[in-house]
T-cell receptor, first 114, second 115 residues
Framework: GNSVTQMEGPVTLSEEAFLTINCTYTATGYPSLFWYVQYPGEGLQLLLKATKADDKGSNKGFEATYRKETTSFHLEKGSVQVSDSAVYFCAHPFKDSGYSTLTFGKGTMLLVSP | GAVVSQHPSWVICKSGTSVKIECRSLDFQATTMFWYRQFPKQSLMLMATSNEGSKATYEQGVEKDKFLINHASLTLSTLTVTSAHPEDSSFYIC???????????FGSGTRLTVV
């Protein structure tokens, strides 16, 4: 079936450290892949996306490359900031009964200290 | 960009009462909206898919009579939690698909607390 697996958090880093949050997926075909970010008490915001294999999504210093061969979409940032502290969700859409909905990973909390 | 406005952002209600949550697409038409529930420190659980002009499609285990969904227009979908109980306390988020599978936009969420 369709699923998304993320590394468990929390991930605790010091400011300016390098970040990697792993994400792997199982899906039929080659769906678009997304990373969403959720700040405390808020809804989800799209961070970046990739719509086909080998695409790299990037935004606000974050990057993720759609790796078909490893079915992965790992999120990276070279130098994190305190303001990056949030929960990050990896997701992809799947079609069920004709409707395309998002399947989410469990989320990874990132805590960045000064 | 496509924006979904969700209201209220938080609500406290007494057990046994009903609460309505609204989601409006502000600059696009949403024929389909999705309603999610999120428990503390957990991922989003899809509750139902709301379709304009027809009945919602509920996920397994979600009570249709408790979580009433109405999608009467292309810009408005509502979720009503009926006869609320403390265990219904949660964070509810709506979402709409924008531009096929390449984009989804989310409301800002509603924190429901039932006392």
């Amino acid at each position: 079936g369709n699923s998304v697996t993320q590394m468990e958090g929390p991930v605790t880093l010091s400011e300016e450290a390098f970040l990697t949050i792993n994400c792997t997926y199982t899906a039929t075909g080659y769906p678009s892949l997304f990373w969403y970010v959720q700040y405390p008490g808020e809804g989800l915001q799209l961070l970046l996306k990739a719509t086909k294999a080998d695409d790299k999504g990037s935004n606000k210093g974050f990057e993720a490359t759609y790796r078909k061969e490893t079915t992965s979409f790992h999120l990276e940032k070279g130098s994190v900031q305190v303001s990056d502290s949030a929960v990050y969700f990896c997701a992809h859409p799947f079609k069920d009964s004709g409707y395309s909905t998002l399947t989410f990973g469990k989320g990874t909390m990132l805590l960045v200290s000064p | 960009g496509a924006v979904v406005s969700q209201h209220p952002s938080w609500v406290i209600c007494k057990s046994g009462t009903s609460v309505k949550i609204e989601c409006r697409s502000l600059d696009f038409q949403a024929t389909t909206m999705f309603w999610y529930r999120q428990f503390p420190k957990q991922s989003l659980m899809l509750m139902a898919t709301s379709n304009e002009g027809s009945k919602a499609t509920y996920e397994q285990g979600v009570e249709k009579d408790k979580f009433l969904i109405n999608h009467a227009s292309l810009t408005l979908s509502t979720l009503t939690v009926t006869s609320a109980h403390p265990e219904d306390s949660s964070f509810y988020i709506c979402s709409a698909r924008v531009g096929g599978d390449s984009g989804y936009t989310f409301g800002s969420g509603t924190r429901l607390t039932v006392v």
